[in-house]
T-cell receptor, first 111, second 115 residues
């Protein structure tokens, strides 16, 4: 079955440093989504990417979808304490709406 | 509008007892998912309902786990003869139909503790 892996599993950064998490799928995806889960909370949708090579930005967050549509990345510039949480990617295969979630990257910020 | 709701928010039970967890999805959402999340871990897919299609039960960890959904509304996840390893947060999510419109809206979860 489809597998979606994320690296790193954990990341500790100083406040103000950049952060990147990478998402890799075993199969070609029709779309990739990113979610953020704050400590003690539930996952919340951030963004969806559909096109090969697509890049989208949300303030300090930059999302990329690979050319082969099998990988994606989330980059946060100049992290803030509000960025703390676990970031999950999730992808769908063509013809199947079911989302498969990645393993997640937990980000902690050192003030 | 109302989001996804789950009840109870917390459930403490004794080993061997049965529990029922409830999920009320967003009205009109055809897809409904159940996930299990152990402390500090990722989302473990359990089951997926899509409209009137047969559910995808491929994630259910054992035959002690079952789930039902009435049409496109409420879903219940039942765990029989609970074990301590079942302790986790059980998350429900719903999404609208359409391959490119399948953003998932999560409920607050039910925290299950099996003593």
């Amino acid at each position: 079955g489809q597998q979606v892996m994320q690296i790193p599993q954990y990341q500790h950064v100083q406040e103000g440093e950049d952060f990147t998490t990478y998402c890799n799928s075993s199969t070609t995806l029709s779309n990739i989504q990113w979610y953020k889960q704050r400590p003690g909370g539930h996952p919340v949708f951030l963004i969806q990417l559909v096109k090969s090579g697509e890049v989208k930005k949300q303030k300090r967050l930059t999302f990329q979808f690979g050319e082969a549509k099998k990988n994606s990345s989330l980059h946060i510039t100049a992290t803030q304490t509000t960025d703390v949480g676990t970031y999950f990617c999730a992808g769908s295969n063509f013809g199947n709406e079911k989302l498969t979630f990645g393993t997640g990257t937990r980000l902690t910020i050192i003030p | 509008g109302a989001g996804v709701s789950q009840s109870p928010s917390n459930k403490v039970t004794e080993k061997g007892k049965d529990v029922e967890l409830r999920c009320d999805p967003i009205s009109g959402h055809t897809a409904l998912y159940w996930y299990r999340q152990r402390l500090g871990q990722g989302l473990e897919f359990l089951i997926y309902f899509q409209g009137n299609s047969a559910p995808d039960k491929s994630g259910l960890p054992s035959d002690r786990f079952s789930a039902e959904r009435t049409g496109e509304s409420v879903s219940t996840l039942t765990i029989q003869r609970t074990q301590q390893e079942d302790s986790a947060v059980y998350l429900c999510a719903s999404s609208p139909t359409g391959i490119l419109y399948n953003e998932q809206f999560f409920g607050p979860g039910t925290r299950l503790t099996v003593l």
